[in-house]
């Protein structure tokens, strides 16, 4: 069975900083393209940042400078590090893993910033 299981949301002031974790399970971890999205009230689910198996990174545009993606292939890990967080960061943020046709998500952390 395929579990993402994310962790490290919750309440900071704007200008702050949050560490996201997703650990997964049953999957060979180190093959698969991670991703961290995002969906806050209202609006549609947007992608933050991605990492594949090769290391290589991807960010949104309004992420780059701020946010750090990172894995961890021995732990089966894979990290959001967010910086000068703002208000319009508020969201639910999912943990994505891809590898050809299998795609998988995590039940998602709540990231809530405050002004």
């Known amino acids: 069975q395929v579990q993402l299981v994310e962790s490290g949301g919750g309440l900071v002031q704007a200008g702050g900083s949050l560490r996201l974790s997703c650990v997964a399970s049953g999957i060979s971890f180190s093959l698969y393209t991670m991703g961290w999205y995002r969906q806050a009230p209202g609006k549609q689910q947007e992608l933050v940042a991605s990492?594949?198996?090769?290391?290589?990174?991807n960010y949104a545009d309004s992420e780059k400078g701020r946010f750090t993606i990172s894995r961890d292939n021995a732990k089966n890990t894979v990290y959001l590090q967010m910086n000068r967080l703002q208000p319009e960061d508020t969201a639910v943020y999912y943990c994505?893993?891809?590898?050809?046709?299998?795609?998988?998500w995590g039940q998602g952390t709540r990231v809530t910033i405050s002004s």
């Open positions: 994505n893993a891809k590898w050809v046709s299998r795609t998988f």
């Open positions: 990492i594949y198996d090769s290391g290589s990174t």
